[in-house]
């Protein structure tokens, strides 16, 4: 086991790495965690997630903005690649398997490939479908994976109106599958209104809930530590 | 006075009987569509069916502006992208970018094409504009539209490459919108020798929800410049999103008008531009119009109106399963509330 000080040093830097969207220091970072023998899960949730709840903090202040998130993100994804290998599964209750993409009509992918990091970084396995997808290949995966969850993104509101029939469709044939709805123009009203069980909060940016909910995991982990 | 004259001389700042309520982007709806017989993805590729449909919501509703073309993808097909028009799709879906024109950094270096007026789409919304025009341009201002130069950089490579490049290499990445403005003037060009009256520029994809005011004013400004000043007609500004930051810089770009969705602050707007200042907005085209009450759509225009806008006008494209009774109830609020402030 790394002594504490040597730990520290190796948190810090996964975390400024991401935060300085230095793609270098996130894979050196990762690289002294795994040959020092550090828990992966913990480099990951206190490293490279701790930098990324910093990065949500700094877009809120709007000191940072979209591209600044996309190179933190990769720079997450830089440290990550290495990390997930040696990474125990974790029992959070939440793990599990989702369908994610981008409704037919809309080439948007931003947003979804945001919410699809944070179940990458909680150990989800995930069927990504990519963007422009047709309706029914949401309603096949779902099925043919048995997936929890679906996740159907939309930027532009004249693709947001094919998300009803996803819901209804999948819902008819597997009631208990939960489906979140996200992007610009979606909203709580219209996630009830379709039968969904969540939505992009604030729907002005899915990033920010993508940010969030990599924040919430990282608490339900250090609550579960320090049972 | 007709809804042309009153769209026009709003343009020109002379008085007017009451604020009109018209747009610069699209605003087909579906009832237009199937009352003349034909299919969404069928009015994409025929000039008259095009130009029939934008004439049948002035015709059906009354409202003061007729608009072509219909979907977003006309100057990147005309670049060289190839666009998908769902042929076969029961609903509505717009069309889309298929296939980028630039694939990866290295591949940035591109000229446009010098035969650009005659590519793609563009002789169709020529074709679309005067067919338009002959039909309805009597009654009201015919306007169309392109995309501003970040937004279609956008379109002909990948956005997230597009944001990264914007911050890691803004040389590389100004380069390429000057190119893209130097397009969008051609196509700009063409639509005024068919004869539109105004021509809105469309800059949804550099929000500031997105790029930081100072990144709006390095790389996203300065080829607006250049695309609003080649423009001889009224032209209109248009960006999405939280652009109270923006609104300055947005009226520094040179257009006649802007145009702002509900997310701007209009009070706070009027306040910074002037009263002189022409502001278009800002109520949301789809939670009002199509899924709103008739009276929230009423209340939502008496609001745009007393908060200080110029013209009433969507905050983007109106969507085509528009309930026609919140099209007439859009329309009587502002006949009867617009002449009062």
Redesign the interface.
Known sequence: MADETKKKEILEKLRNGVIQYDEDACREGAQEAVDAGLDANEAIFDGLVSGMEEVGRLFEA?EY????I??CA?ALYAGLDILKPHCKQMDLGVRGSVVIGTV???????GK?LVRMMFDVAGFTVYDLGR?VPLDQFVEEQIKTDSELVCLSAM???????MPKVIEKIKEKNPDCMIMIGGA?T?K??AD?WGADGYAEDA??ALKEAIKMVAFLKKLRDEKLNK | MNSRERVLKLFRKEPIDRVPCFSGMGNITETGINTLGYRFAGIHLDARQMAETAASTFRLYGYECGIVPVDLCVEAEALGCVI?V?PHAE????P??KEKLIHNEDEMDIQVPADLSERGRVPLMREAIRILKADIGSEVAVGSYVLGPFTLAGQIME??DL??L???KADKVAKLLDLMADAIIIVAKEYEKAGVDYITVREMGATS????PR?FKNLILPPLKKVHSALSVSSVLHIC??TNDIVESMMEAGPTAISVEH?NDVVETRKKLGDSALIFGNFD???VLV?GTEELVRSTMRKCIDDGVSAVWPG??I?P?VPPQNMIAMMDEIKKYGGKK
């Open positions: 709007q903005f979209v591209p600044e996309l190179m990769d037919e009509g809309d080439v948007h992918d931003i490939n422009d532009m509101t004249t693709s947001m109106v094919g123009p909203s009203e219209l209104k002005g940016n | 998908n769902y609903g509505i879906l717009y889309t970018i956005l997230n944001l990264k914007s911050f890691k929800d997105v790029l930081s990144v999103g939280k997310k085209a789809y939670n899924s983007c494209d969507w399963t």
